[in-house]
């Protein structure tokens, strides 16, 4: 099933930097027919979407958007579709790791309500059953999803959420009746903000202290923004509807679809048909 980016209408969730921003030029790059980029960050968004109109000519446009918010999301997401008229691709990026008592709450509404909230809407719009055209929505977790550990037990939760909420929603018959690829990646360490001021991030000082340690002392250091990019790109064009995903160490993206369905079926047999 290969897919290209070529004449694709993009929306972006935390676009503005990071790894969204990166998203938003490689796809351009790719020659999508227009990107919306979706963030809180004002400033920066519109600094982005300004550098690349320089040689894109209005392809690309910025629509403030806090996604933890149900109403800013209805918002911004009609108004992307009454500038575009269709969106073909959704990557739903933004993402925030605090399980910091002042901060959880706010994550997981960005992490997990804000990623069920864009891609039920856009299942509503790409689904060939009410005349749309079909679509990939690209949903972000991480594999803090699948590496059970102590120091971040919240953002974890979230991005578990994500995992089983895109491969539930995408079994067997939903391509075919729907048009529309759920596609899920799962990164590894990757050198973004979010592993910026560690010793902040988790429940409690101590842990935090822990949490910046394990991170610095990984032998192969950090995943370059590139790469991680370079692994969406990849699962983009040739995943298979409903496939999960993992990036890391600067490596190709890897579907590991197959492993998660193993764990799941022996669960199945060894717990529920016990």
């Known amino acids: 099933m290969a897919q290209k980016v070529a004449g694709k209408n993009v929306l972006v969730t935390g676009g503005?930097?990071?790894?969204?921003?990166?998203?938003?030029a490689k796809?351009?790059?790719?020659?999508?027919?227009?990107?919306?980029?979706?963030?809180?960050?004002?400033?920066?968004?519109?600094a982005l979407v300004e550098r690349l109109n320089q040689t894109k000519a209005g392809q690309v446009v910025f629509i403030k958007c806090d996604v933890s918010k149900e109403e800013e999301i209805t918002s911004a997401f009609n108004e992307v579709l009454a500038t575009f008229k269709q969106i073909d691709i959704l990557i739903n990026n933004?993402?925030?790791?605090?399980?910091?008592?002042?901060?959880?709450?706010?994550?997981?509404?960005?992490?997990?309500q804000g990623v069920v909230s864009f891609t039920?809407?856009?299942?509503?719009?790409?689904?060939?059953?009410?005349?749309?055209?079909g679509g990939t929505i690209i949903n972000i977790s991480?594999?803090?999803?699948?590496?059970?550990?102590?120091?971040?037990?919240?953002?974890?939760g979230s991005k578990m959420a994500v995992l089983?909420?895109?491969?539930?929603?995408?079994?067997d018959p939903f391509f075919a009746q729907t048009g529309i690829r759920i596609l899920t990646m799962c990164f590894g360490p990757t050198d973004t903000a979010l592993l910026e001021d560690l010793e902040k991030r988790s429940y409690?000082?101590?842990?935090?202290?822990?949490?910046?340690?394990?991170?610095?002392?990984?032998?192969?250091?950090?995943?370059?923004?590139s790469s991680a990019v370079n692994a969406v790109v990849?699962?983009?064009?040739?995943?298979?509807?409903?496939?999960?995903?993992?990036?890391?160490?600067?490596?190709?993206?890897?579907?590991?679809?197959?492993?998660?369905?193993?764990a799941f079926t022996e669960f199945d047999k060894s717990i529920l048909k016990a």
Not at 142 to 156: E, F, N, Q, V
């Open 94 to 112: 933004a993402g925030i790791m605090f399980d910091s008592p002042d901060l959880w709450r706010k994550a997981c509404d960005v992490n997990w």
């Open 27 to 46: 796809f351009l790059g790719l020659g999508a027919k227009n990107v919306a980029v979706l963030d809180v960050a004002e400033q920066a968004g519109k």
């Open 120 to 133: 039920m809407k856009a299942i509503d719009h790409m689904n060939k059953a009410n005349g749309g055209a």
């Open 16 to 24: 503005a930097s990071g790894l969204g921003a990166a998203y938003v």
């Open 142 to 156: 991480s594999i803090a999803a699948i590496a059970k550990g102590p120091l971040l037990p919240i953002y974890a």
């Open 204 to 225: 409690s000082p101590q842990l935090g202290k822990v949490l910046a340690q394990c991170l610095s002392a990984i032998p192969t250091g950090y995943q370059k923004i």
């Open 234 to 262: 990849q699962m983009y064009e040739s995943g298979p509807p409903g496939s999960i995903w993992h990036s890391a160490e600067d490596k190709p993206g890897r579907d590991i679809t197959k492993i998660l369905d193993a």
């Open 164 to 171: 089983h909420f895109s491969q539930s929603i995408a079994m």
